[in-house]
């Protein structure tokens, strides 16, 4: 791995973007883009996440993000690893998900091509994090993780996407809350 994609500074703000495993549409009902919420709430409150911008997209997420006890790739990680367990056991309960069989069959040829997996992968390993230094550029990356959705087609305007912190630059923090980045 190159040195640009690592986190050196435990307490800088950091952009991430991670996929699930060969790219899959999981993010399609609203029961797993929970599982990506309730996450994102349970690590404010016990792992020292700000989360300052994100956009949940059907086969990826990004993020703006600090961690408050400098620990963004051990905070990354567990988000991960969380996410991982419970969107698995959420589509083997689900009994609406038509893709069941073949979701769980994709993650485990993925699992199975990792030494380092038990049964199933869910995400991809990168996160390729880039470290943010400025005002400036930490607008460009916001810009660019609102314009995602629109740019993949699914909305004429960032806000319309529901599980974007578009939404809230707008002043709806109905679907979850961010942090103020403070000097934007």
């Known amino acids: 791995m190159s040195r640009k994609y ?3 500074n435990g307490s800088g703000i950091y952009f991430v973007s991670f996929a699930t495993v060969y790219w899959i549409d999981v993010f399609t009902r609203q029961i ?3 599982v990506l ?3 994102i709430k349970y690590c404010r409150e016990h792992k020292g996440l700000e989360l ?3 956009c949940f997209m059907p086969n990826h997420v990004h993020f703006i993000f600090r961690s408050t006890n400098e620990q963004p790739m051990e905070l990354l990680r567990d988000f991960k ?3 991982s367990k419970k969107m698995i056991e ?4 689900h009994s609406q998900e038509s893709r069941k069989e073949w979701l769980l069959w994709m993650f485990k040829r993925a699992g199975n091509k990792q ?3 038990n049964k199933y992968q869910f995400w991809q390993h990168h996160n390729k994090p880039i470290e943010l230094w400025s005002a400036k550029v930490i607008q460009q990356k ?3 993780i609102h314009n995602n959705p629109v740019e993949s087609g699914l909305v004429v305007h960032p806000e319309d996407w529901k599980y974007s912190s578009a939404r809230n630059f707008q002043e709806d923090h109905t679907v979850l809350a961010i942090d103020s980045i403070g000097f934007l």
């Open 6 to 8: 690592k986190f050196h």
């Open 32 to 34: 797993y883009f929970d």
């Open 37 to 39: 919420a309730d996450s």
């Open 52 to 54: 300052y911008c994100y």
């Open 81 to 83: 690893r969380y996410t």
């Open 90 to 93: 959420t589509i083997q309960d």
């Open 115 to 117: 030494g380092n997996v």
């Open 142 to 144: 916001i810009d660019y």
